[in-house]
């Protein structure tokens, strides 16, 4: 299991923005596919992003054109910019990294957006 830890959630109003951070322990994007996750009261958690090691991105319909999945590959980080939020889009966002069958999580970050 890798230790991914993200940063950067917080409240905002709808229309704002936030970056949301993931640190790896070490450089894993050539051999991991990165991606964000996010789960809301009462709901399963869903993916919302991800970005596989040669580069292709996926995105939930309900965030495209708003989110954008990035990585600095040496600062061994993946970020998560999302623009426009609503208020559906308030949950705990996780970093995950898969490889096969193994994945690991971060501990989560919540992003409340409310006026």
């Known amino acids: 299991q890798l230790q991914l830890v993200e940063s950067g959630g917080g409240l905002v109003q709808p229309g704002g923005s936030l970056r949301l951070s993931c640190a790896a322990p070490?450089?894993?994007?050539?051999?991991?596919?990165m991606g964000w996750y996010r789960q809301a009261p009462g709901k399963e958690r869903e993916l919302v992003a991800s970005?596989?090691?040669?580069?292709?991105?996926n995105y939930a319909d309900s965030v495209k054109g708003r989110f954008t999945i990035t990585r600095d590959v040496d600062k061994n980080t993946v970020y998560l910019q999302m623009n426009n939020l609503k208020p559906d889009d308030t949950a705990v966002y996780y970093c995950?990294?898969?490889?096969?069958?193994?994945?690991?999580w971060g501990q989560g970050t919540q992003v409340t957006v409310s006026s």
């Open positions: 995950s990294a898969s490889r096969g069958a193994e994945v690991s």
């Open positions: 070490e450089s894993i994007f050539n051999i991991y596919i």
């Open positions: 970005r596989t090691n040669g580069g292709t991105t």
